[in-house]
C-alpha cells in the first residue's frame, strides 16, 4: 500500500474507530430489522415485511450515506500557525518541583518561537541510573474521551491536515503508528515509570494542534478551532505554568534522537527532507524519530527505560542512513543515552536525545531519501578520532542557523558533558583525548 493510501486509510480508521465511532447498538438493530424483514420476505412475498426491509435499509444506508461522505470529502478550511502562540510561549513558566529538580525553559538559538525544558542534573542522572518501565494502559482512556468530546472538528481537522501535507511540494508523510507514550514526567527521585500505547495521530490532535488553528474557507473566514486555548498550561498567582506531563492530557509519543559516531572517526549528520511533518530542510540528527510501540513490546523481560530508548534510536539510525535498511540490519552498534528535554512548540512533547557509536565507515552511510537527505551544498561529516577534535565539530556545529531543535539540544548536551566526563566519553567512542 503506498504513502498515500495508508495515509487515507488511517484517517478513516482512526476516525471510526477513536474519534467517532457509529453506535453499535442502533446499527445493530437496523441490521436485525433488515435481516428479519428479509427472511419474511422471502417466505412470504405479500406479506407487510418489505416495511421491516425498508426500515432497515433506512437505519442502515443513514449511517453508511454519512460515512461515505466523510471518507471521500474534505472540510472547506484549512489549518494554519495560531497567532497567539508567540506570547504564550514567551510567558510560559515553570512548577516548583519542575525547578526544583534543575529544569529550565531555554530558547532555541536561530529558531523562532522555540523553547525546551531541560534540566542538567536530570541529564547527568540519565547517563549514570537507569529507570523500570512500567506499562498502564488506563492512560490513554482520558486522552481518547478528551478527543471524542471534540470529534467533530477534530475530524476537520484530522482531514485537513491529510489533505495540506499531499498537496504540499513536495507532499509530506501523514501516516498514523502505534507508538509508546510517556505518562509521568522525569525525576531522579523516581524508580520507575509509567508507558502506555498511543498513536501518532493521538498526538497529532493534542501535542501538534496546540499552537495552530482550523479556519474555515470562504470570503470571511471564521476560526473553528484554536490551538492555544488547549495548550496544556494553566494560570497561577499571575504566571502561566506549563503542566507537568503527568497532567497535560497529551499524547505525548516519546521523541528519539542519535548522532552516530563511525569507526573511521567521523560525526555524520543529515538533512531533514522536505516531506517530513518536523524540522524540514533541516540538519538532523543521524538517527531521529519517535518509539514504536514495538521497540517496547521487543524488549526483553526486564524494561528499562534505556533499553527502549536505544533500541528505538538504533532502528531509526538503520532505518534512516541507507535505501536498502537490512545492509546496516546486522551492524554492531552501541548507544547512550545523553539527557532529556520537553519541546514546548509541542505541547512539552518529551524527548531524548543520544549517542551512537556505529562500527561502519562514515562512507559506507547513504541516506534513505524517503526519510533524510544529504544535499552537497551541506557539510555532513564532521572529524571526531579524537575528544578535541569531537569537541570542536560540535562548537563548529552549535554556531550553524540551520540545526532543528533535536540536532541543538543533542549537541548541547553533549558538550556539556564533554567537559565534565572526558574519560567516560573517550572509552565509549575509543577515541583518543
Same mark, same amino acid.
Given at each position: ?65 454519512? *460515512? ?12 494554519? &500557525? ?5 506570547? *504564550?510561549?514567551? +510567558? ?14 531555554? &530558547? ?28 498502564? /494502559? ?22 485537513? /491536515? ?17 507508538? &509508546? ?29 496546540? %499552537?495552530?488553528? *482550523? ?70 540528527? %543521524?538517527? +531521529? ?46 548507544? &547512550? ?11 512539552? $512533547? ?6 551512537? $557509536?556505529?562500527?561502519?565507515? +562514515? ?56 567537559? %565534565? ?13
Amino acid at each position: 500500500m503506498n504513502d498515500r493510501l495508508q495515509s487515507w486509510w488511517d484517517v478513516n480508521s482512526f476516525t471510526i474507530c477513536t474519534l467517532r465511532p457509529p453506535s453499535i447498538t442502533l446499527v445493530g438493530v437496523s441490521a436485525a430489522v433488515l435481516i428479519a424483514g428479509g427472511v419474511l420476505w422471502i417466505g412470504d412475498l405479500i406479506s407487510g415485511a418489505w416495511v421491516a426491509v425498508i426500515v432497515g435499509l433506512l437505519g442502515l444506508g443513514k449511517d453508511a450515506f454519512s *460515512l461515505t461522505i466523510r471518507w471521500f470529502t474534505s472540510p472547506h478550511a484549512s489549518l494554519k &500557525a495560531d497567532d497567539r502562540s508567540p506570547q *504564550l510561549l514567551l +510567558s510560559l513558566r515553570l512548577t516548583l518541583d519542575y525547578e526544583d529538580q534543575g529544569y529550565q525553559i531555554v &530558547a532555541v538559538p536561530y529558531r523562532l518561537n522555540e523553547y525546551v525544558v531541560r534540566s542538567s542534573a536530570v541529564d547527568s542522572f540519565l547517563r549514570c541510573h537507569d529507570v523500570t518501565l512500567q506499562e498502564n /494502559q488506563e492512560l490513554l482512556n482520558p486522552i481518547t474521551e478528551k478527543l471524542r468530546r471534540n470529534s467533530e472538528i477534530l475530524e476537520d481537522t484530522l482531514r485537513c /491536515q491529510y489533505r495540506q501535507s499531499w498537496r504540499a511540494d513536495p507532499p509530506r508523510r501523514f501516516v498514523n503508528e502505534a507508538k &509508546a507514550c510517556l505518562g509521568q514526567d522525569l525525576f531522579p527521585s523516581q524508580e520507575a515509570i509509567w508507558i502506555y500505547q498511543g498513536s501518532y495521530f493521538h498526538s497529532f490532535l493534542t501535542n501538534e494542534l496546540v %499552537t495552530r488553528i *482550523l479556519e474555515s474557507g470562504g470570503s470571511r473566514p471564521m476560526i473553528l478551532y484554536r490551538g492555544s486555548e488547549h495548550f496544556p498550561a494553566y494560570s497561577e498567582a499571575n504566571s502561566l505554568l506549563l503542566k507537568r506531563v503527568c497532567e497535560s492530557m497529551m499524547g505525548n509519543h516519546i521523541g528519539i534522537s542519535t548522532v552516530i559516531h563511525t569507526n573511521d572517526g567521523q560525526l555524520v549528520l543529515w538533512r531533514q527532507s522536505g516531506a517530513a511533518q518536523q524540522s524540514r530542510d533541516l540538519l538532523a540528527p %543521524t538517527g +531521529s524519530g519517535s518509539c514504536d510501540w514495538s521497540d517496547w513490546t521487543d524488549l526483553s523481560d526486564d524494561r528499562l527505560l534505556k533499553d527502549l530508548i536505544s533500541r528505538a534510536m538504533e532502528r531509526e539510525f538503520r532505518e534512516e542512513s541507507h535505501p536498502l535498511k537490512s545492509v546496516l540490519k546486522d551492524v554492531a552498534m552501541r548507544t &547512550a543515552i545523553l539527557g532529556f528535554f520537553r519541546w514546548v512548540r509541542r505541547g512539552g $512533547k518529551p524527548e531524548f536525545i543520544g549517542i551512537s $557509536k556505529v562500527e561502519v565507515h +562514515s562512507s559506507k552511510l547513504e541516506p534513505n531519501l524517503q526519510e533524510v537527505d544529504a544535499p552537497e551544498s551541506l557539510r555532513l561529516i564532521y572529524p571526531a578520532s579524537t575528544l578535541d577534535q569531537l569537541r570542536n565539530s560540535v562548537t563548529t556545529l552549535l554556531r550553524s542557523e540551520l540545526l532543528s531543535v533535536p540536532l541543538w539540544v543533542n549537541l548541547t548536551c553533549l558538550a556539556e558533558t564533554l567537559r %565534565t566526563e572526558r574519560n567516560q566519553w573517550a572509552e565509549f567512542l575509543e577515541i583518543g583525548q
